[in-house]
C-alpha cells in the first residue's frame, strides 16, 4: 500500500556481472513500504546469468521494470559513466530518483523515508543521502558507515564526497539539473551530483539512520573505507598523487556546468584559481575560503596537501 502523498520513484539501477547478490537487492525494491516506485536496470555486458536474473524480476512485476543494454559497445564503461547515462536518458519519467547498486540491501523504509526528508527540502535541487550498515559478502555485520562534522556545501564538495552513490535520491529538481548539464566526464558520479547541487545552491541531506546494508566484497568500484589503513588509502585517492587529475576533471566539469552555478560558488572557484599554487599560504587561503574536509585529522591531511600544492 502507498502513501498517496509521495510520488513514484524511478529506481536506476547499474549493473555489471551482479549475479552472486542481485536477487536480494531486487527483493528488496519488491519490500518497499509505502512508495510507488519503478526500476530501469541497465546491464554493461554481464555474462554470468545478470540478464536472467533481472528478466525473471521484471516478468514476476508487470509494468514496473524496464531493462536496457547499457551504454558501452566494448569493455564496461564504469560505475560514473554509466550512472550519468542513466540519468541524462530523455526517456526517463519526470519525478525523483534513486540510485542502486546491484549487491545491496534496501530496509523496507528507505525509499519512503528518502521522500519524507526530501519535502522538509527548500524549493529547489536536492539529494538525500542515507547512512548504511556494513556488511561483508556473507551479510555479516561490519558497522555503520561514517558521520560528518559540519553541513554539506561547495566548499566541501571540492575535497569531499557525502553522497553515497547506492543510497542516493533525488528529488526532480535535481534530476533535470543533472540532465541540463548533461552526461560529463567525471570520475564517481555521487561525488559530481555533490559537487552541482551545492555547487547550484540546492540542498543535500545526510540521514544519520542506517537505511540499508552496503555489501563489502572484492568486486566494489570503491567500497567503505573502514578502518585507519583504508580511511588513509581512500584520503590518497582524493588528495594525494592522483588528486590532482581527479580535480581537474571535476572542475572541468563544473565549467561546463558553469551557467547553472551560483554566484557564490563561481567567486568560491576564482578565489582557489587566485589563491598561491603551493606552500602555507595555499593552506591558508583554502582554510579562509571554506574549502574544507569532514573531521580535524582530515582537514590537517588536506592543508598539508595544499601546501605541496596538490589541491
Not at 547515462?85 to 540491501?105: H, I, M, N
Not at 555479516?140 to 547506492?166: D, I, K, Q, W
Not at 564517481?188 to 540521514?207: K, P
Amino acid at each position: 500500500m502507498t502513501d498517496d502523498h509521495l510520488p513514484a520513484v524511478t529506481i536506476l539501477m547499474a549493473c555489471h556481472q551482479g549475479a552472486a547478490h542481485l536477487e536480494a537487492q531486487l527483493a528488496s525494491f519488491a519490500a518497499q513500504e509505502g512508495v510507488d516506485w519503478r526500476l530501469v536496470a541497465s546491464d554493461d555486458g554481464s555474462t554470468d546469468g545478470t540478464r536472467a536474473i533481472l528478466d525473471r524480476f521484471r516478468a514476476d512485476h508487470p509494468g514496473r521494470v524496464i531493462l536496457r543494454q547499457g551504454p558501452s559497445h566494448g569493455p564496461p564503461w564504469g560505475a560514473a559513466a554509466h550512472f550519468l547515462d542513466l540519468l541524462c536518458d530523455p526517456t526517463l519519467s519526470d519525478g525523483p530518483v534513486a540510485l542502486s547498486d546491484q549487491d545491496d540491501v534496501w530496509y523496507p523504509d528507505k525509499l519512503k523515508q528518502a521522500l519524507l526528508h526530501l519535502e522538509t527540502a527548500p524549493p529547489g535541487p536536492a539529494a538525500y543521502s542515507a547512512r548504511s550498515r556494513h556488511v561483508s559478502a556473507d551479510g555479516t555485520p561490519l558497522g555503520l558507515s561514517r558521520s560528518y562534522r559540519g553541513g554539506p556545501s561547495c566548499g566541501n564538495a571540492l575535497v569531499e564526497n557525502r553522497l553515497s552513490g547506492h543510497a542516493t535520491v533525488l528529488n526532480a529538481q535535481a534530476v533535470a539539473l543533472v540532465r541540463a548539464v548533461g552526461p560529463v566526464p567525471v570520475p564517481y558520479h555521487d561525488w559530481w551530483l555533490y559537487l552541482l547541487i551545492t555547487g547550484a545552491g540546492g540542498t543535500v541531506i545526510n540521514d544519520p539512520v542506517a537505511r540499508l546494508e552496503y555489501r563489502q566484497h572484492g568486486d566494489n568500484v570503491l567500497g567503505a573505507p573502514r578502518g585507519l589503513a583504508a580511511r588513509l588509502a581512500r584520503m590518497a585517492v582524493v588528495l594525494g598523487r592522483d588528486g590532482p587529475i581527479l580535480q581537474a576533471a571535476n572542475r572541468t566539469a563544473l565549467r561546463q556546468a558553469h551557467p547553472h552555478l551560483k554566484p557564490e560558488a563561481r567567486a568560491l572557484l576564482q578565489a582557489i584559481d587566485r589563491a598561491p599554487r603551493y606552500g602555507p599560504a595555499r593552506a591558508r587561503a583554502l582554510r579562509r575560503i571554506g574549502v574544507q574536509r569532514h573531521d580535524y585529522a582530515a582537514d590537517a591531511f588536506l592543508w598539508l596537501v595544499a601546501a605541496l600544492g596538490r589541491v
